[in-house]
């Protein structure tokens, strides 16, 4: 047990769930989702939307300066100036598209830019696109506008920029400090740079600070991570989230480019991921869902304490209630029980939205069965536990009877002290909670082929 009262799981405990699971970013999960011939299923949807369901809205930006080996991000290297510039036009023009489908005027209560390197837009691309989402939707007063940054390629200029026009929460892709894990990596991020960059945002007041960390990167050991924990606890952020190098080379090339001799074998992947979370709990650091962390006073650990957490394509979130129409090549949208992925290949996705067509590449409708099973994995990832009688009342149903085939599957765990299952709840165990795709993946009904063909899909490790 750590300081902080929390149970740290054993080595022997980790290495046994240490499986192969879908990371639920959504449910059903994109391998199951249909081709689309056209966007015409989308533009029903967005007819029919209510304004009365906030929006959040999602832009995707694939380029950065250079490609970091590690990375399993749809993105591409930026060679000129004329790449954004285009990109940033295409934006306009699917806004103006989306704009004109939807009934009425909608509220957006959040906006988020990811990539991709998003700061490579230029200043005046980003005022163009800002001033026409204003023009085509109400932004909340207190809207979130989020955006992922490289302090390295992402000026003082730039900073400046965004901040002046109301960004309030950038995250940063730390990774790793170690020069020699950047360097194995194809990475260069300085300590001081990044010092620096937390700096300016904190001396304008911004809503939160958050980073992301990857254990299982070339050459890490627990000195190394030792040394990167003291600096990441220094900088304090609000939010960190702390990720497994998913090791993908078959499917990401720029992976083919790190030597796998020098991944960390089993056993020091998973010493540097309880060396990380312990790190993180002693600095007082409360665990949020299944890989993130938060201050006690942010927003996500008041919500994960008060279990109205939610997720969405761009993780944890406190905004429960909102559809996400997301926007730029290979983004996801989330609206009325209705998924669709734009086209990956800008090429196609410029073609497509010049010619007045959404851009849907693969999509799903989600019956009333991937409704109920989607609240249950969702409540499992984000709160911990699932009520049943909440889930019961909400769809009609008896939890044990629609469950009575999935609730039997949890014995193991329950037996490991992982999860409990009584008449109230299936509630995650203090060290279950490190183990909760592990619990959610036993009510989905596309494994293994149990609805629908098997999509024989790779995913990553639950560790």
């Known amino acids: ?43 029903e949807v967005l007819r029919r939307h209510s304004a009365d369901t906030p929006l959040t809205l999602y832009f995707h930006v694939p380029f950065c300066s250079t490609i970091c080996h590690y990375c399993g991000c749809n993105t591409a290297k930026l060679e000129c100036n004329a790449q954004t510039a285009e990109y940033a036009e295409a934006l306009r023009q699917e806004i103006r598209l989306i704009a004109a489908l939807l009934p009425e005027r909608h509220r957006v209560t959040q906006i988020h830019w990811g ?7 230029n200043n005046g691309e980003f005022t163009a696109i800002l001033n026409l989402v204003r023009q085509s939707f109400d932004v909340a007063d207190d809207a979130e506008l989020a955006i992922e940054t490289n302090p390295m390629t992402c000026t003082d200029e730039k900073l400046r ?28 991020q300085t300590y001081a740079r990044t010092a620096e960059f937390c700096r300016t945002i904190r001396e304008h007041g911004v809503r939160s600070l958050n980073f992301d960390l990857v254990y299982g990167l070339p050459t890490q050991n627990l000195d ?37 001799s020098l991944i960390p074998g089993t056993d020091m ?13 002693q600095a007082g650091y409360e665990m949020i869902g299944m890989d993130h962390y938060a201050k006690p006073e942010e927003e996500l650990a008041v919500a994960w304490r008060e279990k109205r957490l939610r997720r969405n394509f ?40 010049r010619a007045g067509r959404l851009p849907v590449q693969r999509h799903m409708t989600l019956d009333t069965d991937d409704l109920i099973r989607r609240r249950v994995i969702m409540d499992i990832l984000c709160n911990g536990i699932v009520l049943k009688e909440d889930v019961s009342k909400r769809f009609g149903i008896s939890f044990e009877d629609y469950f009575a085939l999935e609730l039997p599957r949890l014995n193991p765990l329950i037996e490991k002290g992982l999860v409990v299952n009584d008449a109230r709840a299936v509630e995650a165990t203090e ?27 790779t995913f990553s490790r639950t560790v």
Not at 115 to 121: F, I
């Open 115 to 121: 990539g991709g390197t998003p700061s490579t837009l």
């Open 269 to 281: 992947k998973f010493d540097l991921y309880l060396l990380t979370i312990e790190r993180l709990q």
């Open 161 to 188: 920029f965004l901040l002046d026009n109301g960004f309030n929460r950038f995250s940063i892709g730390v990774q790793d400090f170690d020069p020699e894990v950047q360097q194995r990596i194809g990475r260069n």
């Open 1 to 43: 047990m750590n300081p902080s009262g929390t149970v740290i799981p054993g080595k022997e405990l980790v290495r046994e769930m240490d499986v192969a699971a879908p990371r639920y970013t959504s449910y059903p999960t994109i391998p199951v989702w249909s081709a689309a011939d056209s966007g015409e299923a989308y533009a």
């Open 431 to 457: 060290t279950g909670r490190f183990f909760l795709r592990n619990i959610a993946l036993h009510f989905d009904n596309y494994l293994d082929g149990r609805k629908g063909p098997n999509a024989g899909a």
């Open 314 to 353: 761009m993780g944890y979130t406190t905004k429960a209630e909102t559809d996400v129409i997301a926007m730029g090549a290979t983004s996801i949208s989330d609206v009325s029980g209705y998924y669709c992925q734009n086209i990956k290949d800008n090429a196609p996705y410029f073609e497509s939205v």
């Open 224 to 260: 190394k991570a030792g040394d990167t924990m003291s600096k990441v606890v220094d900088l304090s952020p609000d939010r960190i989230a702390v990720y497994s190098f998913a090791f993908l080379p078959t499917l990401r090339d720029n992976q083919r480019n790190i030597d796998t």
